[in-house]
């Protein structure tokens, strides 16, 4: 019976993250308050505080729990030793724009994560160290090409950073019933990529005025 209830809260505060996300999308995180999210998921206001601390404990468990399951996932490409280097950043690129993609309708956005204010320090520590655990993964797959000669020497961690700020914008511009479907994206995504990684790097034109000599 105990764990029967375990899985019926669990269940239910799932439920409410998820609603509490897709409302934060659509009205804001200021623009939602406790009443909206208690009401949506059919609770009373005081109810809902046994399921969570406060709205900011709430913005919290959703990013920490995406990140943790995005963790995971990347482990799984960098434990596949059959792939190559190129083969590893296809799959991170691919599952990673699937992912924000799939979870669009209960996605907060990079918006939320922006604002320094929503997060206690202590919580926006734990965050920032997931989201560096989980970006030392995808750029472990940046390093392994360039030792094994299949990208050019680069600044793996620029690189890392630029590919990932590439995926992650998308969460602002998507739309399900766009012109570019996730695979779509992925696959324009990782052509540039690797066209970036896979080339020698050309020496930068040196700019003056702005004008060609």
Known sequence: MADVTRRMRSNRRAEVLRTAARLFKTHGYRGTSMQQLADAVGLGKGSL????????ELVFEIMASGLADAISRIEGVLADDVLSPEGK?????????????????DSIGLAVMTDGHILT?????????????????????????????????????????????????????????????????????????????????????????????
């Open 49 to 56: 505080y046994h399921h969570l601390d406060s709205k900011g």
């Open 89 to 105: 950043l296809q799959a991170a690129i691919r599952i990673l724009i699937n992912d924000l993609c799939d979870d669009f309708d």
């Open 121 to 213: 320090p202590e919580r926006r520590a734990e965050y920032v160290a997931l989201r560096d655990a989980y970006e030392d993964r995808f750029q472990s797959i940046v390093e392994s090409g360039i030792a094994s000669g299949d990208f050019h020497q680069c600044d793996p961690d620029l690189a890392t950073k630029a590919i990932l700020g590439m995926c992650a914008w998308t969460v602002f511009w998507y739309r399900r019933e766009g012109p570019l479907g996730p695979d779509e994206i992925a696959d324009g995504i990782i052509r540039i990529a690797l066209v970036g990684l896979a080339h020698p790097a050309e020496p930068l034109m040196e700019m003056t005025d702005g004008r060609r000599d």
